[in-house]
């Protein structure tokens, strides 16, 4: 794929299913995503601008200042934003869905789970790189795994790229990526930085939150208005991400539904 001769920024969050057994055939418990959302370079100071007014604003609205968004305690009323009245933290997170409807950034998606590596068990031999062991460690492969779209994807016009990956257990400003991205040259820079002072990573949290509750939402029995609201909130966005799929289902839709329509993407990728 041909990319645009553009500097862009691009924010990596990571998100993760629960440790527990599925209900679903093809979606397991114990898988590892990253998300990755590219900007373009003259949008990030606005954009950065924006989420930071958006804090301030909220800080009359809490006891105290929030440091970030984070949208899985958002949802959920977690910490601070257990003070949030009625459904404000709906209504915030309809807000975010608003904003990416008219944007639409880009996109890019990579989840590592068994079968995964069931599909592709060549994934096991990957040598570390960029102090990532993804032959240990899933979170480590599905980030070089997603690393290595973003590489392939741009790597015609090779434009300048700055990435921006939430620091788990690293420490802000530690380098990432110089080797896989060797050949950008200095047109590449990478490290690891704090959501909370880095805006565009909270926009990423926001995307990957939306994937996985999504998915989640898909393994459950009984779903709320609040759960099936939220899913035609996720479907208006039309997400531009390659690597996700869209099919019609009706209320009420089941595990086995969901199956089928994973059954049916893999038989066209030639894994069934």
């Known amino acids: 794929m041909l990319g645009p001769r553009v500097a ?24 590892r995503t990253h998300v990755a959302v590219v900007f373009e370079d003259n949008d990030v100071a606005y954009i950065r601008d924006q989420v930071r007014d958006c804090l301030d604003y909220l800080a009359s609205q809490l006891p105290s200042p929030p440091a970030e968004f984070h949208f899985a305690e958002i949802y959920n009323k977690r910490g601070i934003w257990k003070h949030l009245d009625g459904e404000k933290n709906l209504f915030l997170i309809d807000a975010f869905s608003e904003i990416y409807r008219r944007y639409r950034w880009k996109v890019f998606i990579q989840t590592v789970d068994e079968r995964t590596l069931k599909d592709q068990p060549s994934l096991a031999e990957l040598p570390e790189i960029d102090d990532l062991d993804p032959r240990n460690n899933w979170s480590d492969l599905s980030l070089l795994l997603l690393c290595l779209q973003i590489r392939i994807a741009y790597k015609e016009s ?3 790229i700055s990435l921006l990956v939430d620091q788990g257990a690293r ?4 380098p990432f ?26 926009i990423a949290d ?65 894994l069934e």
């Open 158 to 160: 090779r434009p300048p």
């Open 206 to 270: 926001f995307l990957a939150f939306c994937i996985n509750r999504v998915t989640y939402l898909g393994l459950k029995s009984v779903r709320t208005n609040v759960d099936y609201n939220f899913l035609e909130m996720v479907s208006e966005m039309k997400i531009n991400c390659d690597q996700l799929k869209r099919w019609e289902v009706e209320r009420g839709f089941s595990v086995k539904d969901v199956d089928a329509a994973h059954r049916d993407d893999r038989v066209k990728k030639g």
């Open 177 to 202: 990526g110089t080797k896989l991205f060797s050949n950008w040259g200095s047109s590449f820079t990478g490290k690891y930085e704090s959501s909370s002072a880095e805006p565009l990573l909270q």
């Open 8 to 31: 862009m920024h691009i924010p990596i969050d990571d998100t993760y299913g629960p440790n527990e057994p599925s209900p679903s055939e093809f979606v397991t418990g114990a898988r």
């Open 171 to 174: 420490a802000p400003n530690s």
